[in-house]
């Protein structure tokens, strides 16, 4: 086996490992100080549906982002990080159904 394969098998399980400790500490173990799976994907998914119902200028507002936040299980307010012309981009979200309990 050529030693290159070897190095990316193992970044690979490394990477495994490391996904798979974090996921053990936010949903097992409930500790919210580590990083959640999937938090950038719920706060785009959220700005989406605020955007959708309110306007575009409405992510911008913790009055209407922090419900939406709060329903999918973030503890804290995340601002939405990008520009107002990125919210078209991904406003396609809004219309899927997100479950995440």
């Given at each position: 086996?050529p ?11 490394i990477?495994?490992?490391v ?21 950038d994907f ?17 992510v ?9 936040e ?18 078209l ?7 899927c159904?997100l479950?995440?309990?």
């Amino acid at each position: 086996m050529p030693r290159l394969t070897v190095y990316a098998f193992a970044i690979l399980v490394i990477e495994i490992l490391v996904l798979a400790i974090w996921i053990a500490h936010f949903y097992i173990l409930k500790d919210h100080s580590s990083p959640m799976v999937g938090f950038d994907f719920g706060v785009f998914w959220s700005a989406a549906r605020v955007a959708m119902e309110h306007g575009a200028a409405a992510v911008f507002s913790p009055q209407w982002m922090l419900p939406v936040e709060a329903a999918l299980g973030l503890d804290t307010y995340a601002a939405w990080p990008t520009l107002p012309h990125f919210c078209l981009r991904s406003s396609h979200l809004a219309n899927c159904p997100l479950a995440l309990r």
